[in-house]
């Protein structure tokens, strides 16, 4: 039987708008390149991302009674993820908008993202749970450490991309992540959470207490450090459409190298090719590797 990888978070739509153009008041009319309605959340495109690559994947995350909330539902279950975990609660489906041009700036509606909380993550017959986006779920985060001190009592290992807060106070995710096995931040969110500016200091610290750090580089890569041992790995070079949901195809990488009992040096590899090629369309979902294009793509 193949370990079966819990996903729990944010599941939701994202509109997805590409141009070379800023919000500006006034009524001023701008064209933009592209509009897209695709599958969003961190939450939602790891899983997606890790069905692909052949994971047995269970979502956990809650929506609404809506077109949106259907529209999660078939696209999720169209990759392949099994959606018995995911809720229908009284609340809309979340939204997000995410201006994509040079850079992105994401406007997000939480709505049912925050209905989950830490007693509907079951462990029966999980190897691994990763939790996305802590920050847009407080009822989840607040009972996050005790449940991941629960994992580790039972075997199971975790890992933890919080994604940034919208508030900036950072709080809790520490003693979270004394139970995590696995950290996957960029490196604002890793500065962000340490107070330290400086990402091998940074991550010395976490490592310290027994966590895996994954540092997300964009197109450079990524580095990682663990308890007796670190490493580097490069972006691949792609014609680049969106990078909407990279990271989070950067975490189905990661995370399907970590099932399949691959060292971390490898699982990085994974990682770091899986979110490069992940850019090459629109959306977080639509051009994720499947096996044989990762393993073409990697050294």
Not at 20 to 30: M, S
Not at 159 to 165: A, E, G
Not at 236 to 263: I, K, Q, Y
Request: contains cysteine.
């Amino acid at each position: 039987m193949r370990p079966t990888l819990l996903v729990v978070g944010d599941a939701n739509p994202d509109l997805v708008l590409r141009g070379d153009v800023l919000p500006r008041w006034g009524q001023a009319e701008q064209l933009l390149d592209g509009a897209d309605l695709v599958l969003g959340g961190s939450a939602a495109i790891t899983a997606c991302g890790t069905a692909k690559l052949g994971v047995a994947t269970r979502i956990t995350a809650a929506v609404g009674d809506d077109m949106y909330g259907g529209y999660v539902r078939e696209a999720l279950a169209g990759s392949g993820v099994d959606v018995t975990g995911l809720r229908t609660v009284a609340a809309p489906t979340g939204l997000s908008v995410i201006l994509s041009a040079t850079d992105r700036t994401i406007f997000t509606l939480t709505g049912a993202i925050g209905a989950l909380t830490a007693g509907d993550i079951g462990l029966d017959g999980v190897a691994h749970v990763h939790v996305a986006s802590y920050f847009l779920q407080p009822r989840l985060a607040a009972g996050l450490a005790d449940t991941f001190a629960r994992a580790r009592s039972a075997g199971v290992t975790t890992s933890l991309d919080t994604n940034w807060d919208p508030a900036g106070r950072w709080a809790g995710v520490r003693d979270v992540l004394a139970y995590t096995d696995v950290f996957l931040p960029n490196a604002a969110e890793l500065a962000a959470v340490t107070g330290i500016g400086t990402a091998c200091a940074a991550a010395a610290v976490l490592v310290a207490g027994g966590t895996t750090v994954v540092l997300k580089e964009g197109a450079a890569g990524a580095r990682a450090w663990w308890p007796g041992g670190s490493c580097a790995a490069p972006g691949l070079a792609v014609d680049v459409v969106d990078t909407t949901g990279a990271g989070d195809s950067f975490n189905a990488g990661f995370l399907a190298g970590w099932l399949a009992g691959a060292p971390v040096p490898r699982c990085v590899l994974m990682a770091a090719a899986a979110g490069s090629l992940s850019t090459r369309d629109a959306g977080g979902t639509a051009a994720q590797p499947c096996p044989p294009e990762l393993a073409a793509a990697l050294p």
